[in-house]
């Protein structure tokens, strides 16, 4: 007994490998990352010793009671263990699948195969399965990331666990409790970042600029993950906290599942250099863009014409309407790219309007503007209209969403909506108006058009020299039927001549 205790200890006081070997496999990886190995090391050898204890105490347990050759009631040596059992062939069969694959095995794919290995319910989950997946483990170690490492270090705990009461398989219960914790383990990089994440945003909203940081790190360390475990982590940390993604937070999101998805159509869970590179340029886009502010100035895009005050004051309140704090940031620098690329489309006023809305967020600083500063902010604005008349300006408006050019029945019409509402300014601002949008849309007009541009000032000027602002009701109807004339003139008598 002295003999065999005496060896046991021997052997798990003995380094299994000297420091040079050791440099050898810990190869040329980071500092965290031989940490995160040696751990994985550490524990899967506990397991083992676990094992060993186990084994040790069923020795010791046989010695007493059989006694050993040289006592008085010895029966003769202790024979060897009649449990032990040969790889098994179907765990094999698994593993050797994995032989074929090349690159990064992530956690899923050995849970995954492990469960293949082991999940024919023979009783040998513990001993000859094991023997197969923790042998090929060890031979494929640098193929392992670190969550794979884990998933083994659990299969380990759990078959140390059946072995220590004497078992060569893994109960049901168990085995359906070890699956679930190595599906649980998911991907230590995405974990850490999406943790950083919380940790900044403090349970607030996220920007998209925050999510976008918080990929871009989660899949930085090339396990070939980004489109598998990584992404599943991303998944479930957003399905939680959807009540504090921006809508900039979820395009961003979306961007990642459209490049991840073009990976898995190719059967593959890791995305090239090259993919990342493009992911990650798109998701600085994205990120520093703002969604509310970049559908208000896409709206903008869809008028024909110069922009009006009007038009632009209203973009920039449903622009910043969605209250995420960026009033002052990502939406300005929406609404100043805008301008930069449509500055020959912008009225004056429209210029004053952005200027206003420029020294607001100037003086509000990067938090944002608050409620009554933006309420300011807005009322400044109405004093730059480049119409000044509602129903006019409405009528006008209608014609900024046609594309192409005005015929004159599209401005007669126009002209009798906006002037007809017997406010008595057909004379005053909505004439004013109306030859102020003419000008500004010359080009769009039709020689039609412009005849009835020159019809309406005809009757305005006349009605201006009599001292009014309007134009008599019956002068009205008047103007208009020579306006529709204009546009559909009568077809020409055909005149006969005597022979």
Sequence with gaps: MTTIK?????????????DKQLAVLRGTSSPAKQAAEMKATLNNMKSQMEGMKSQLQDLQSRHSHLGDRFSMQGHGCVGPRDNWQPKDLGALVEMNKLNQTSGPIGAEQFANSIEAAVGDLDGQAASGEYRAVADWAANNRERLTP??????DIY???AALSQSRGESGIPQGDFKKMLAEMRDVGDAGAKKALANLDSKTQGGTV???????AIKTGTADHDGQAAGAELKEFEKWASKNESRLSPEAKEVLDVYRKHAKAA???GRTGLTAKETAALNKELSKVGAGDVSARKATEALD???GPISGEDLTQAIKDGISDTDGHSSTSELKEFEKWA???ESRLTPEAKEVLKTYQQAAKKAGPEGMTQKEADAMFKKMEGFKTFHDRSMRDALEGLDAKKGKISGNDLTAAIEKGAGDLDGQAAGTEFTDTMKWARQNYDRLTPEAKKVVDTYE???TRSQAQGSTGIDQKDFKKMINEMKFVSNPRPTRPVFYAA
Excluded: F, I, P
């Excluded at 969550?147 to 083994?152: D, G, I, L, N, S």
């Excluded at 920007?207 to 940081?213: F, I, K, L, T």
């Design 6 to 18: 005496s060896t046991v200890t021997a052997t798990l006081n003995k380094a299994t490998v000297n």
């Design 147 to 152: 969550e794979a490492r884990q998933v083994m």
């Design 156 to 158: 380990s705990k759990y």
């Design 207 to 213: 920007s998209g600029q925050d999510m976008a940081r």
């Design 264 to 266: 898995q159509a190719e």
């Design 302 to 304: 869809k008028q024909s």
């Design 340 to 342: 930069a690329k449509n």
């Design 458 to 460: 005809k009757y305005a």
